[in-house]
């Protein structure tokens, strides 16, 4: 009998073992599926954090090219204009386009003929450094006193094309009011002064002559400016074939030469 439960007890002694054996095993499978799966999310979260410091690379890369390409274009810009500068007459020009255009400007600021401010662009349609139009004399201004400016209208001269002579006289007008001139217009010829109700001007007829600047727009066989030897105060700009712009244009620049002191181009 006593055998008998030995051999009983040894039987489930095995079975429990076996039953331990099972759970064992079975606890080291859920243990190596649970490692499995804990070394694979590592895995997916060390992937992501690499994942993530890729995107942030590529995005600092591509603001880091687009910065480089906005710096090219405003640098490129920046070049492009400051090689359309020139200093001409003492002022600094760059060359501009109205619409199509191309025009050249500077800014004269300081005191003008009337010792007031003066603040204004001044635009020109010719290169100042391409008017080859000779002066012979020199260019000064009466102080505090009206600046005379007669036109032989006899001669056709004002009816050159618009560019020649229109957008010239407009032009010289807006120059001499931004100068800070009082512009006195009138004619060459007396017929004319009592047609066009106006002054008769010449360099040796001006009421005031011996104290006024006298500008007088003629026709010439050469386009140049030339000081009167009678009346230095009086200047006559010769213009062949309409070359009004060049000529006049030439004595805007030669103005602002001798405010600013600083000679011709």
Known sequence: MAKKNIKKDAKESEKSSEKDNKINESEKLEEKIEKESNNEKKQ???EGISLTKSQESQAKFIFIIMAVLI???????WIVLESKKFDCAGTTWQKELFGDIPIYTTMISGYGANSMPMNFKMVVRNNPKDLKVPIEGEIKYQKNSPVYFSINISSGINMCAPVGGT??????????????????TG???????????????TCD???TKSRSTTIILTPGDESKIVQSRTNLNCYTLYVKECEMLEVMEKFEVATLSGFTGRGSC
């Open 205 to 207: 007829e001006n009421p």
């Open 167 to 184: 957008i010239a006289l407009v032009s010289f007008g807006q120059f001499m009011s931004g100068m800070g001139f009082e512009l006195i």
């Open 71 to 77: 710096g090219a274009v405003f640098l490129t810009y």
């Open 44 to 46: 997916e979260v060390s």
């Open 187 to 201: 004619v060459t010829t007396k017929n004319e002064s009592e047609l066009y109700k106006r002054p008769f001007i």
